[in-house]
């Protein structure tokens, strides 16, 4: 199963890219987990939404190609970070890969509230008319990994807290099922 993943934060020793990697190596038998570049991608420009660069549209035939999607990211001032929104909002014009594209999202803080704003947000932003993801319903799916210097091993750059590992497995396994269930026609605005 082919996953694209976005990480919302471009800095190098980013909790949220560590989790990314812990998603990559721990489900490699079931999952083709890339990390799609977002730093590259140029600010969105709506003069371009029809004819993006090149840089775009290989990032958006990434996506279009994908089974699902996951999103990791932090919370920034209550909600995602820009360069993330940049991202969504380039896949949101033209061809629209992300409607009814299957989607986990999930994201990681050293704060107390494990990014819940954020995801809140990106629920929205993931509902609107460009968008129209298919989001993994939130009952029990909630991957909010606070406190996050506790939970990852610097070293290893992972995530090692072994309870929320147990409970991020269960989680994958219902968006395995969840993609499963869905397929999906790119659409033209
Ligand atoms: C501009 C900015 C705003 C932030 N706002 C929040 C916030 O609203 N909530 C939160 O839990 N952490 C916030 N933080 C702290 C981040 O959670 C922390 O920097 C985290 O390590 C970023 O994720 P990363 O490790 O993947 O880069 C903010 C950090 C920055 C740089």
């Known amino acids: 199963m082919k996953i694209a ?3 919302g934060s471009l800095r190098q020793n980013s909790y949220n890219l560590q989790l990314a990697l812990t998603l990559q190596e721990r489900y490699k038998d079931k999952l083709d987990v890339e990390i799609l570049d977002i730093r590259s ?3 969105f420009d709506q003069d371009k939404e029809l004819d993006p660069p090149d840089v775009v549209q290989r990032f958006k035939a990434a996506i279009a190609e994908a089974d699902g999607v996951i999103i990791v ?10 360069v993330l929104k940049n991202a969504l909002d380039w896949c949101s014009r033209g061809e629209r890969v992300f409607v009814g594209k299957p ?4 994201g990681a803080t050293p704060g107390m509230l494990g990014t819940v704003r954020a995801q809140l947000h990106l ?21 909010l990994v606070n406190m996050a210097m506790n939970k990852f091993d610097p070293e290893q750059r992972r995530l090692v807290d072994e309870a929320t590992l ?18 999906v026609q790119p659409v033209r605005a």
């Open 73 to 82: 990211t932090p919370e920034y001032n209550w909600s995602v970070p820009g």
């Open 41 to 43: 991608l140029p600010h």
């Open 166 to 183: 147990t409970f991020l497995d269960g989680v994958v396994e219902k968006f395995i099922a969840f993609v499963q269930e869905h397929t």
């Open 103 to 106: 989607v986990l999202t999930m």
């Open 5 to 7: 993943t976005l990480v």
């Open 123 to 143: 629920r929205e932003i993931l509902s609107s008319p460009g968008i129209q993801a298919k989001v993994l319903p939130p009952g029990g799916n909630e991957v």
